[in-house]
Nanobody, 124 residues
Framework: QVRMVETGGGLVQAGGSLTLSCAASGRTDRRYAMGWFRQSPGKEREFVAAIGWSGASTRIGDAVKGRFTISRDTARITVFLRMSSLKPEGPAVYYC?????????????????WGQGGQGAVSA
C-alpha cells in the first residue's frame, strides 16, 4: 500500500503562486503515476494535473492549462504542482493521487491511492 502526504497548501493572493508537494511512501518501486485533483464546496472533484512514471508525460486540466505545471523529483517519489496566476475561485481541497501502471490519467477512478487533501484558497 502506498501512503500519500500533501504539503504546501495555504492562502495566497490572486495573481500569486503556490507550490504543492506530494510525497509517496510504500511500494513505489513499481511504475507509479501521480496526479492532482481538487474539490470545491458543493462541486464535483475536478482533474488538475497528472504525471507519468518517467516524468516525461504530463496532462493538465483545461481550467488550469497555461498556469499550472506538474513535475516529479528524480527519485520519483515526490510530485510538485506549481500553481501560478492564481484566480480567486474560492477555497478548494487539493488531493494527491497515485496509480500503478505508469501512465498519467485524467480519470479519478484510475487512481487507487489518495492523500488526505490539503486546503487552498485564493483571496481577491
Amino acid at each position: 500500500q502506498v501512503r500519500m502526504v500533501e504539503t504546501g497548501g495555504g492562502l495566497v493572493q490572486a495573481g500569486g503562486s503556490l507550490t504543492l508537494s506530494c510525497a509517496a511512501s510504500g511500494r513505489t518501486d513499481r511504475r507509479y503515476a501521480m496526479g492532482w485533483f481538487r474539490q470545491s464546496p458543493g462541486k464535483e472533484r475536478e482533474f488538475v494535473a497528472a504525471i507519468g512514471w518517467s516524468g516525461a508525460s504530463t496532462r493538465i486540466g483545461d481550467a488550469v492549462k497555461g498556469r499550472f505545471t506538474i513535475s516529479r523529483d528524480t527519485a520519483r517519489i515526490t510530485v510538485f504542482l506549481r500553481m501560478s496566476s492564481l484566480k480567486p475561485e474560492g477555497p478548494a481541497v487539493y488531493y494527491c493521487a497515485g496509480a500503478f501502471g505508469g501512465r498519467p490519467s485524467e480519470d479519478s477512478s484510475a487512481y487507487a491511492d489518495w492523500g488526505q487533501g490539503g486546503q487552498g484558497a485564493v483571496s481577491a
